[in-house]
């Protein structure tokens, strides 16, 4: 196994967006260094690996993280992935080229994990359906 390379610039939009969300940055945090499965990813995160799924194959379908392990254990496949490099960065090119396109994918992005947060808090009750629609129904003057 070849230890991640020290920085990796991201060049599209579409890893932009994947990299913002907050919970796949602390993903790639845990990740930059050693190798884990999501389920040790998530006993770290204090979250369901069944939360995570989900993240970790977005990072890797950009390839920011790559599976570098597979192992049984007790008849279950677990695979071990590693961020492809300690550091990300965003290239600057893509912020000067396309700079509203760069806004709209981090303004949607920060509404979608938004509306995920609301969600989850829904299901966990934590919050209630009436906190949410008073929320959305209070007008500023």
Known sequence: ???PKETHYIDDLETLRVVADPLRLRILTMLSDTPLNVKQVADRLGEKPTRLYYHVNALEN???VQLVETRINR???EKYYLAVAR???????LLKTKPEAVIYSMLNTVLDVTLDDIELGLDHGLISAEDVDSATSSKVY
């Not at 550091?87 to 090119?93: A, E, G």
């Open 1 to 3: 196994m070849e230890p």
């Open 62 to 64: 950009v390839g920011l």
């Open 75 to 77: 008849s279950i496949v």
């Open 87 to 93: 550091d990300i960065r965003v290239d600057s090119r």
